[in-house]
């Protein structure tokens, strides 16, 4: 049989497959993948910048794994599934003690922990902020409030959720000061849970004010409100330490909802909290078919072992402050390209800014991308004007470096207006 080409898979696609489960910014179709890069169906190699979205954040080739038997036999227990549990609770916040939920993917484990804080508290309603992205199931989505990715064609959505104002670390003391304004007005015996991307991923790797998370952690504590955190982008050392939540000082959160590269490359979500936080649901209240499988369970704690080394973690942060140097000297050399730049640990974003009139930023983002496309290099942009850079934590430096330089090339051709739509 031919293998098709690229073009005739992309054309097949767009008559066959339905358009939401796309962001088809850029034309490509995946053939294979190994270590940090994508191949297309022509052959082509891409690096991946973006580590497939963060869910293939120690790149593309498994690491070898224990047996894990020949097919997914639901809702029983296994030893697999018990020893990886108790390799994420080391890593949980303050040492635990805790419990593990498996699910499938990030939307669902956040509809579980709506859930959860509901039969935790006995009262229903749920915060979290303007930008937050927690997924696409009705809950999650309920509590999404990243541009463009709620629209009136699904309502109505679920109800007694409330959407407070974000600030993230750069914002002015008054800024600051309205938002926590907006969380003094809370009727907090009504509040079953704070759902918080600490370090809002999709909207730009923005970091929560530190002030606005102690505040909303220090009502949390005192009125008896579950503090849950959405850590499916960024956990595992995305930002630095294993959780984003461990760059605020002393929280402790009552659960950490987690998905993406946990499993290795096979759908795996999870929610990790204090037991009693974990027990407030009942045998089935929130089981899969598929949730948990020995296979994703052996594959992730291959995954967690491979990057739970020393060496790893001193290689992660030279390759963390390469970035961050490589970037912000970028910056400097084309502040009228590259507006601002934010992100932190192994996460950053290029606010893309168009130095030609006419053409408009989200555009001159878009012929960014496009460019280190044509140079084998894959990016993605976040909502508007955002470039998102995500590399693998493994990604050889020399790699790296290399992906580095085609961002540069592409910068420095918008800036002498070589790029055109
Ligand atoms: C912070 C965050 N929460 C939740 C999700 C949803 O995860 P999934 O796409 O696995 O349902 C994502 C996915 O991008 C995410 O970034």
Same mark, same amino acid.
């Given at each position: 049989?031919?293998?098709?080409?690229?073009?005739?898979?992309?054309?097949?696609?767009?008559?066959?497959?339905?358009?939401?489960?796309?962001?088809?910014?850029?034309?490509?179709?995946?053939?294979?993948?190994?270590?940090?890069?994508?191949?297309?169906?022509?052959?082509?190699?891409?690096?991946?910048?973006?580590?497939?979205?963060?869910?293939?954040?120690? #790149?593309?080739?498994?690491?070898?794994?224990?047996?894990?038997?020949?097919?997914?036999?639901?809702?029983?227990?296994?030893?697999?599934?018990?020893?990886?549990?108790?390799?994420?609770?080391?890593? =949980?916040? #303050? #040492?635990?003690?805790?419990?593990?939920?498996?699910?499938?993917?990030?939307?669902?484990?956040?509809?579980?922990?709506?859930? *959860?804080?509901?039969?935790?508290?006995?009262?229903?309603?749920?915060?979290?902020?303007?930008?937050?992205?927690?997924?696409?199931?009705?809950?999650?989505?309920?509590?999404?409030?990243?541009?463009?990715?709620?629209?009136?064609?699904?309502?109505?959505?679920?109800?007694?959720?409330?959407?407070?104002? =974000?600030?993230?670390?750069?914002?002015?003391?008054?800024?600051?000061?309205?938002?926590?304004?907006?969380?003094?007005?809370?009727?907090?015996?009504?509040?079953?849970? $704070?759902?918080?991307?600490?370090?809002?991923?999709?909207?730009?790797?923005?970091?929560?004010?530190?002030?606005?998370?102690?505040?909303?952690?220090?009502?949390?504590?005192?009125?008896?409100?579950?503090?849950?955190?959405?850590?499916?982008?960024?956990?595992?050392?995305?930002?630095?330490?294993?959780?984003?939540?461990?760059?605020?000082?002393?929280?402790?959160?009552?659960?950490?909802?987690?998905?993406?590269?946990?499993?290795?490359?096979?759908?795996?979500?999870?929610?990790?909290?204090?037991?009693?936080?974990?027990?407030?649901?009942?045998?089935?209240?929130?089981? =899969?078919?598929?949730? #948990?499988?020995?296979?994703?369970?052996?594959?992730?704690?291959?995954?967690?072992?491979?990057?739970?080394?020393?060496?790893?973690?001193?290689?992660?942060?030279?390759?963390?402050?390469?970035?961050?140097?490589?970037?912000?000297?970028?910056?400097?050399?084309?502040?009228?390209?590259?507006?601002?730049?934010?992100?932190?640990?192994?996460? $950053?974003?290029?606010?893309?800014?168009?130095?030609?009139?006419?053409?408009?930023?989200?555009?001159?983002?878009?012929?960014?991308?496009?460019?280190?496309?044509?140079?084998?290099?894959?990016?993605?942009?976040?909502?508007?004007?955002?470039?998102?850079?995500?590399?693998?934590?493994?990604?050889?430096?020399?790699? *790296?470096?290399?992906?580095?330089?085609?961002?540069?090339?592409?910068?420095?051709?918008?800036?002498?207006?070589?790029?055109?739509?």
């Amino acid at each position: 049989m031919n293998t098709p080409s690229s073009a005739q898979i992309l054309k097949d696609d767009a008559a066959i497959i339905a358009g939401y489960q796309h962001i088809a910014e850029l034309p490509l179709a995946v053939k294979s993948a190994h270590g940090c890069f994508l191949v297309d169906a022509d052959g082509k190699e891409y690096l991946d910048f973006t580590s497939g979205a963060c869910t293939m954040c120690m #790149g593309y080739d498994r690491p070898q794994c224990q047996e894990f038997g020949s097919f997914p036999f639901p809702y029983a227990s296994g030893a697999v599934q018990v020893e990886y549990a108790k390799a994420l609770a080391r890593h =949980f916040p #303050g #040492g635990g003690p805790v419990k593990v939920g498996f699910g499938i993917c990030g939307s669902e484990a956040v509809d579980g922990a709506i859930k *959860l804080c509901r039969a935790f508290t006995k009262r229903s309603k749920i915060v979290s902020f303007a930008g937050d992205y927690h997924g696409t199931t009705y809950g999650a989505a309920s509590l999404t409030s990243l541009p463009g990715r709620l629209s009136d064609a699904f309502g109505p959505m679920l109800e007694d959720i409330e959407i407070l104002p =974000f600030c993230d670390e750069t914002a002015s003391d008054e800024d600051i000061d309205n938002c926590l304004l907006e969380l003094a007005y809370l009727d907090y015996e009504s509040i079953a849970g $704070f759902i918080i991307e600490p370090i809002q991923g999709d909207m730009g790797m923005l970091p929560m004010h530190q002030k606005l998370m102690q505040s909303i952690y220090g009502i949390a504590r005192t009125w008896g409100i579950a503090f849950v955190v959405d850590e499916v982008q960024m956990a595992f050392g995305r930002t630095g330490p294993f959780f984003s939540i461990e760059n605020y000082d002393g929280i402790i959160p009552d659960a950490v909802v987690v998905g993406k590269t946990m499993g290795g490359g096979i759908p795996l979500s999870a929610i990790i909290g204090n037991p009693n936080f974990m027990d407030s649901l009942g045998p089935c209240e929130h089981a =899969f078919s598929m949730a #948990g499988t020995a296979e994703a369970c052996a594959r992730g704690l291959a995954m967690l072992q491979q990057l739970d080394t020393p060496k790893m973690r001193q290689g992660m942060e030279e390759r963390s402050s390469l970035l961050y140097q490589s970037l912000y000297a970028l910056q400097e050399k084309y502040p009228e390209v590259i507006e601002k730049i934010t992100g932190i640990g192994y996460s $950053f974003a290029l606010w893309i800014k168009s130095p030609q009139p006419g053409l408009d930023d989200d555009d001159a983002a878009v012929l960014v991308i496009r460019r280190c496309f044509e140079q084998g290099l894959y990016l993605m942009r976040l909502g508007a004007n955002w470039l998102r850079i995500q590399p693998q934590f493994n990604i050889p430096m020399d790699e *790296l470096q290399r992906g580095l330089n085609i961002i540069a090339q592409a910068v420095a051709d918008l800036r002498a207006g070589k790029l055109s739509a």
